[in-house]
C-alpha cells in the first residue's frame, strides 16, 4: 500500500497544469515518415480526458512527441499512470525513460514550471513506493534534471 494520497496527487496535477496552453497541431510531433497517428488524435486536444486504455493504444507517441507537446501532455500520462498503471504499463515506464534520457529529458522538464516539477517528483516517489527499485536509475537522472531546473 502506498502512502502518497493518490487522489489527492491527481487533484493537484489537474490543477498545475489547468492553464497549459496546447501546442499548435504542427508542433505535435516531430517530423517523421509516419507518427501512427498521433497528430491526428492529439490535434485540438487537452491534456484532460484521455484513458490509459488511449494512451496505452497510441504507445508512439511519447516517442515522437516534440518538447513541447511532450511537456503538455505529461498530465494526461501521469494520471492515467496513477489510475490505471496495469493498463498503461510499458507506456508510464517509456515516460521516465524518456524524461532520464539526457538528450531529451533537460528540455522537456525545462518547460515545466517549479510546481508542474514537484508534482513530477511525487508521481515517481509513487512509482518507487508501488516497484521497489526497478525505475531508480530513471528516476535519479530525472530528479537530477528538475534540480537543474529549480536552481
Known amino acids: 500500500m502506498t502512502t502518497i494520497d ?17 501546442p499548435n497541431a504542427s508542433a505535435i510531433s516531430v517530423p517523421t515518415n509516419d507518427d501512427e497517428g498521433v497528430s491526428a488524435y492529439f490535434a485540438g486536444q487537452t491534456w484532460e480526458g484521455h484513458s490509459a486504455s488511449t494512451l496505452r493504444k497510441l504507445d508512439f507517441a511519447t516517442s515522437v512527441f516534440t518538447d513541447e507537446a511532450f511537456a503538455y501532455y505529461l498530465p494526461a500520462y501521469l494520471i492515467a499512470a496513477i489510475e490505471d498503471p496495469d493498463t498503461l504499463d510499458v507506456v508510464a515506464d517509456f515516460i521516465l525513460y524518456s524524461l532520464a534520457r539526457p538528450e531529451r529529458g533537460p528540455a522537456i522538464v525545462a518547460r515545466l514550471d517549479a510546481t508542474q516539477c514537484s508534482l513530477l517528483c511525487e508521481y ?10 526497478l525505475m531508480d536509475d530513471y528516476i535519479l537522472a530525472i530528479e537530477s534534471f528538475v534540480a537543474c531546473r529549480r536552481a
Request: zero cysteines.
Open 6 to 22: 493518490q487522489a489527492e496527487l491527481i487533484a493537484r496535477i489537474r490543477r498545475a497544469w489547468a492553464g497549459a496552453t496546447p
Open 124 to 133: 515517481m516517489e509513487l512509482v518507487q513506493e508501488r516497484e521497489e527499485d
